[in-house]
């Protein structure tokens, strides 16, 4: 917590601004982005090994379900919704810093993509797409001996 001034008690307005500066805090400030959908975006990993391409996506809390992955015109698109849990009348909101809502994620598809073989695995609120090169495009090892 932040250190307030201390300023005479005398002045209304002095007083005000004190208790003001407390409670505008961040602690204090809640704002309900419950439904605001632009705050959750899955946190994404994108890798590479010699026969495919991986994208790992961060997804705690969401079902599989609510999941759906589609590849048109070489965009592949991932999206859903991360649903908020009903409160009940007993519960006050303190502090949020959970978002909810819908999401999209969208990325370009090569040619050097078998769009055929592209498969997902969902484990433990981790979604993996695995993306297989096409031959042409992996890589060629060739050991040269050295004489």
Not at 36 to 49: K, L
Not at 119 to 142: N, Q, R, Y
Request: aromatic content about 10%.
């Amino acid at each position: 917590m932040s250190l307030v001034r201390y300023k005479k008690a005398n002045d209304l307005w002095n007083v005000n601004d004190t208790f003001k500066s407390i409670f505008d805090h961040p602690f204090f400030s809640l704002k309900d982005d419950s439904m605001n959908v632009s705050n959750f975006t899955p946190r994404t990993r994108i890798t590479e090994d010699r026969d495919n391409f991986y994208i790992n996506m961060e997804m705690p809390g969401i079902s599989k379900d609510d999941l759906k992955i589609s590849l048109e015109n070489n965009v592949l698109s991932i999206s859903g919704e991360k649903r908020q849990t009903q409160k009940t009348e007993d519960t006050n909101l303190i502090m949020n810093e959970i978002y909810y809502g819908e999401f999209c994620r969208s990325f370009n598809v090569t040619n050097e993509i078998k769009v055929d073989g592209i498969e997902a695995d969902f484990k433990d609120g981790i979604l993996t797409v695995t993306l297989p090169k096409v031959e042409e495009a992996k890589p060629v090892v060739k050991e040269i001996k050295v004489k």
